[in-house]
């Protein structure tokens, strides 16, 4: 069988939208114009740039093994894959963090709770979840995700059968991923005081870790397993690959679902701990930017949206977003803090603040990917090529950013958050 593997361009730029979303909605957070006023609403949703992210992490990271499952083959190994993930996401975050640890932030990350910070664990601590570095908390949802994906995939293996292939292995793979969906998009509606209220309480620590988000991953894996179809030359009539190719009926639906968010939405609620009815606009809104991607290279002209992801810059900007990720927020806070306080604020500073934390947060995101992250993959891909580390032949990184890789994802480049 042909894997008919062909590159997926696309997904930098849309890092790179994620990122500056994120970085806009903090902005505004701290200048005072996302709290009231007739913009409010539309600013709040911005922080769904995490969202996107999440989903990309879930697409890209899911698609070595739904091809593998596909084809009947040996998953990718473990070992390779976390190391992988392990020297994407530690060592820019550690430097950001220890940056953030000895700057004039106040931070209080070199305490008793300093291995909570540099493990990535705060999320399940009330009053350690906002410490740190304020973004990381989509980092550590990315974290677990990572933990969770391979002992995931192996289930689902197991259950498609060694041989399975064809229309069985993809059916078995979107059963067991709509149910992980599923059952957490049922956790939220328990715990949500209604569907358009927010998460509070008990459940809101719950709904900031992976099972009150896995939903969003699972969008991703599903499109993986598309994805996966297309290339073994299946699924190219399916509704979701015709409607990915029409990529700009697929774009505007992606934005119309994250504006149909925004009347549900009652104030500006940290992200993970949105009502029903918002959560479910917000992943449907990234699941159908992410569709307009996953799908393109298949069949017919690339339309004026993904001639705009493909762009130079945006590939740019989506390649360096976890660093822009882990340090717009420091760089926003040295702004107001030193050079335009908040109480002084007109339209022109903060027209200013936008760009000092834009011109920052690239020329720092910059420094981190050609300084740390780059470097760290390189040094891992020589001692994995030197000492022959355990691992498949073969496998690809797919440069997949959290959180912004995506927070990215991360995250993630991860990288993301809000």
């Given amino acids: 069988m042909s894997s008919g593997r062909t590159k997926l361009d696309g997904f930098d730029g849309l890092r790179a939208l994620a990122a500056l979303t994120v970085l806009t909605y903090h902005v505004a957070l701290s200048r005072g114009f996302s709290p009231a006023g007739s913009l409010a609403p539309l600013l709040w949703e911005l922080k769904g740039g995490v969202a996107i992210f999440f989903v990309i992490s879930g697409a890209l990271l899911y698609l070595p093994y739904a091809r593998a499952i596909r084809d009947g083959a040996d998953l990718p190994g473990w070992r390779a894959y976390a190391r992988r993930r392990g020297v994407r996401i530690l060592p820019a975050y550690w430097i950001a963090l220890t940056a953030v640890a000895l700057g004039p932030f106040n931070a209080g990350i070199f305490g008793p709770d300093a291995g909570t910070y540099y493990g990535l664990s705060q999320i399940y601590n009330p009053q350690t979840l906002f410490g740190g570095l304020q973004v990381a908390w989509s980092l550590c949802v990315e974290v677990t995700f990572y933990a969770f994906l391979p002992v995931f995939a192996w289930l689902v293996a197991r259950g498609a059968g060694r041989r399975s292939g064809g229309d069985r292995g993809q059916r ?9 969906g599923l059952a957490s998009l049922l956790l939220r509606a328990a715990l949500a005081a209604s569907p358009t209220g927010a998460v509070h309480g008990s459940g809101a620590t719950l709904m900031t ?54 009347p549900a939405q009652h104030a500006d609620v940290f992200l993970p701990w949105y009502g029903f009815a918002t959560h479910v606009a917000v992943g449907l809104g990234s699941g159908l930017l992410v569709l307009a991607v996953i799908t393109a290279g298949d069949g017919g002209p690339i339309k004026w949206p993904l001639r705009v992801l493909r762009s130079p810059v945006a590939a740019w900007v989506g390649t360096i977003s976890y660093g822009i990720y882990l340090w717009h927020f420091p760089v926003l806070e040295l702004l107001d803090q030193v050079w335009i306080p908040t109480p002084s604020s007109t339209v022109l500073t903060d027209a200013l603040v936008l760009v000092g934390v834009t011109a920052g947060a690239l020329g720092l995101g910059a420094a981190s990917f050609y ?38 994802s991360t995250g993630v480049a991860v990288d993301h958050l809000a």
């Fill in 371 to 408: 300084l740390v992250e780059r470097p760290a993959r390189r040094l891992l891909r020589r001692l994995e090529s030197r000492t022959r580390l355990p691992g498949r032949p073969g496998q690809n990184d797919e440069t997949v950013q959290p959180g912004l890789d995506s927070l990215n």
């Fill in 172 to 180: 078995v793979q979107l059963m067991w991923i709509a149910g992980a």
């Fill in 209 to 262: 870790s992976l099972p009150g988000l896995l939903d969003w991953f699972a969008l991703g894996m599903a499109l993986a397993v598309l994805r996966a179809e297309l290339e073994a030359g299946r699924a190219s009539r399916s509704v979701a690959t015709v409607l990915g190719r029409r990529s700009w009926l697929c774009v505007a639906l992606g934005f119309a679902a994250f504006m149909a968010g925004v």
